[in-house]
């Protein structure tokens, strides 16, 4: 007999602060990344970050528990905005993606979401949250074979707190992991000595390097047609979030709602000169692991994450987390996702001996595992659909051209499609 846990529901206030720092540690290696990769500040990136989670979640009236980081959608034509017309015109730029954003909140709003829903069945749903969690797999071990001694002990201490913990300890298994990982790595010897160098003379309090946006054409035009592909990320994101917490996030607060509290927050971020802000696929895989659905948790996350951005000191800690420990947490957080993936095709009861289902799924993941891309033109800009997004498109094509057969799914006839 295996026991499960139930959620949690009611938390007392200092549990759900460690829970929030918990958060906001795991999204802390991803949002810095993207800006320390296009040229832009870390610590605006997370003073962003933390002020996008709280527009989203005040704009989505606190129903949704999900976190907005660094897109790394936006990584190639940001870096390249930067390099040619300087860090203003990216911010420009990124504010035009964010107002894409409220275009298509606009449209969800005029045609409706449920038209939508019959397009995202689970047996493409569910294929699509398995490419997020593995298509992430590559970076967790990357980060990982930097030291696997270091990533192992990380992911044992996770595991074992998740498993055998009590109380407080079971719902904080990745805070459990970084801990254990960073202290055995100090005792070892495996932290850089001019990373404690730039602990020790980081100063506790001070504000981000700000900037603002500057209007600049081509820059707009390079950087805003990405949210076309963002946007399929972005309902896969929320639909996945909300098959972790059990509720349908589409229809309340709806989708149209979810666009564009997005779309502001993206805006948010790029206003003060940090990279674009969005739903993020590691804050599933941290709900998954903790079954901690409270979105009060989310937000204090966001607070802590705006605390880092104005804390050098907090930062530099934060940034001397060896890539072994990091590696570690995001083996059993990227591969938790994948696994709300395989349940969501458990739960539909899927019938895999129809070759349409099989189909489906295949191009599914073939498309979004094996580093397919395809490239477009939209206005003399190149664009490029490729993993999550291609993947994903692929699937819904293929679920309305394909035709249906009878009993897709088990106990309902002629193949009807269970709703998201």
């Known amino acids: 007999m295996t026991r499960t846990v139930p959620p949690a529901t009611d938390l007392p206030p200092t549990r759900r602060v460690v829970l929030g720092l918990q958060h906001s540690i795991a999204m802390f290696g991803a949002t810095v990344l993207v800006p320390i990769l296009v040229g832009l500040s870390p610590s605006v990136a997370l003073f962003g970050a933390g002020v996008a989670t709280l527009l989203f979640h005040l704009l989505t009236r606190g129903q949704v528990p999900i976190f907005l980081g660094s897109s790394f ?30 275009l298509f909140s606009g449209l969800v709003k005029l045609f409706g979401t449920e038209r939508l829903l019959r397009v995202f069945p689970p047996v493409v749903t569910g294929p699509v949250i398995i490419v997020i969690g593995l ?9 990982a074979k930097n030291n696997w001694w270091l990533a192992l002990a990380t992911l044992l201490a996770a595991v074992v707190a998740s498993i055998y913990g009590r109380g ?62 963002t946007f399929i990320e972005h309902v896969g994101d929320v639909v996945v979030n909300g098959r972790v917490v059990g509720k349908n996030f589409l229809e309340k607060p709806g989708l149209s709602r979810t666009l564009f509290a997005d ?19 590691e804050n599933t895989g941290v709900l998954a692991l903790t079954r901690v659905y409270d979105p ?22 934060l940034r001397s987390l060896p890539q072994g420990v990091l590696g570690g947490v995001s083996i059993l957080l990227f591969g938790m996702i994948a696994s709300v993936g395989i349940r969501t095709l458990a739960e ?73």
């Not at 034509?77 to 954003?101: I, R």
């Open 73 to 102: 959608a936006f990584i190639a034509p940001t870096a390249l905005v930067v390099k040619e017309m300087g860090p203003a015109a990216a911010a420009g730029g990124l504010m035009a993606a964010g107002a894409m954003y409220l």
């Open 263 to 281: 779309g502001i927050a993206n805006m948010s971020s790029a206003v003060m000169g940090g990279p674009a802000a969005t739903t993020y696929a």
């Open 296 to 317: 009060r948790v989310i937000q204090i996350g966001a607070v802590f994450a705006i605390l880092f951005g104005c804390s050098p000191k907090l930062a530099a800690v």
């Open 168 to 229: 407080l300890f079971r719902m904080i298994p990745i805070l459990v992991g970084v801990v254990t990982g960073y202290l055995v790595a100090l005792l070892t010897g495996q932290i850089a000595p001019d990373a404690l160098d730039a602990i020790a003379a980081a100063p506790l309090l001070g504000l981000p390097d700000f900037h603002g946006p500057a209007l600049d054409w081509r820059a707009v035009a390079i950087i805003a047609p990405v949210a076309v592909v």
């Open 135 to 143: 298509g992430l797999s590559s970076v967790a071990v990357n980060q």
């Open 348 to 420: 539909a009861k899927i019938d895999f001996a129809h070759s349409r289902n099989l189909i489906i799924v295949s191009l599914i993941l073939v498309l979004g595992l094996g580093g397919a891309s395809f490239p477009l033109k939209v206005g003399g800009t190149s664009l490029e659909l490729h993993g999550m997004a291609l993947a994903a498109l692929v699937g819904i094509v293929a679920n309305l051209l394909l035709p249906r057969q009878h009993q897709e799914v088990e106990g309902e006839p002629e193949g009807r499609d269970l709703s998201v």
